[in-house]
């Protein structure tokens, strides 16, 4: 299972970016996918996640109305636009996958991307 980011960068707040997370020795659609991100000295926390149960997709409060999270499954990629960039967005973005109990919570998922790094100044 190997889940692979790209698509960060930097942008100036109000840009947008669009990352992407390709996943390759399981189907995507088989399992609940998330983005979540973590600033220097700061907990990891959880942005957005499609519910492998019901499809349903959600994005958090702090995010809401700016980010939207999608998931192509022919292409087992899974996708996170980011609209209206602040410099608090700045972060590394993870991709995760699993059956978690509670989708904000990232030990509850099983597997990880190596990250990718957004900075918006």
């Known amino acids: 299972v190997q889940l692979v980011e790209s698509g960060g960068g930097s942008v100036q707040a109000g840009g947008s970016l669009r990352l992407s997370c390709a996943a390759s020795g399981y189907s995507a659609s088989s399992y609940s996918m998330g983005w979540f991100r973590q600033a220097p000295g700061k907990e990891r926390e959880g942005v957005a996640a499609?519910?492998?149960?019901?499809?349903?997709?959600f994005v958090h409060d702090s995010v809401k109305g700016r980010f939207t999270i999608s998931q192509n499954n022919a292409k087992n990629t899974l996708y996170l636009q980011m609209n209206s960039l602040k410099p608090e967005d700045t972060a590394i973005y993870y991709c995760a996958a699993g059956l978690p109990a509670n989708i904000w919570v990232a030990t509850d998922y099983n597997y990880w991307g190596q990250g990718t790094q957004v900075t918006v100044s």
């Open positions: 499609i519910d492998s149960g019901d499809g349903g997709s």
